[in-house]
Nanobody, 122 residues
């Protein structure tokens, strides 16, 4: 069965950095597009980033220039490097499998894992 598990939760000060990981199993990661999502307290799910199976990436305007998505097909792991964090980045972050292998801007997913909590506060 498909499994995705985000990790790397933490408390970071504004301006700080954090790296999230998403370990996966149960599907061919190397041929899958992957997505990062987040949900702030009291708000809906927000798309953060997509990376296609070829490594082409896209980001929401809110994180463009500060976050970097990457993938390691050898270990079936997805990463999200978050720099210059702001209080509004505080959320539960989720990884998900994209419905599209090649769509680098696709936001639709079929599986989403358990999230990891990022808190940004001084």
């Amino acid at each position: 069965d498909v499994q995705l598990q985000a990790s790397g939760a933490g408390l970071v000060q504004p301006g700080g950095s954090l790296r999230l990981s998403c370990t996966t199993s149960g599907f061919d990661f190397s041929t899958s597009g992957m997505i990062w999502l987040r949900q702030a307290p009291g708000k809906g799910i927000e798309w953060v980033s997509t990376i296609n199976s070829g490594g082409v990436r896209s980001y929401s305007a809110a994180v463009q220039g500060r976050f970097t998505t990457s993938r390691d097909d050898a270990t079936s792991t997805l990463y999200l490097q978050m720099n210059s964090l702001k209080p509004e980045d505080a959320a539960v972050y989720y990884c998900a499998r994209s419905r599209s292998r090649w769509g680098s801007t696709n936001k639709q997913y079929d599986y989403r894992g358990q999230g990891t909590l990022v808190t940004v506060s001084s």
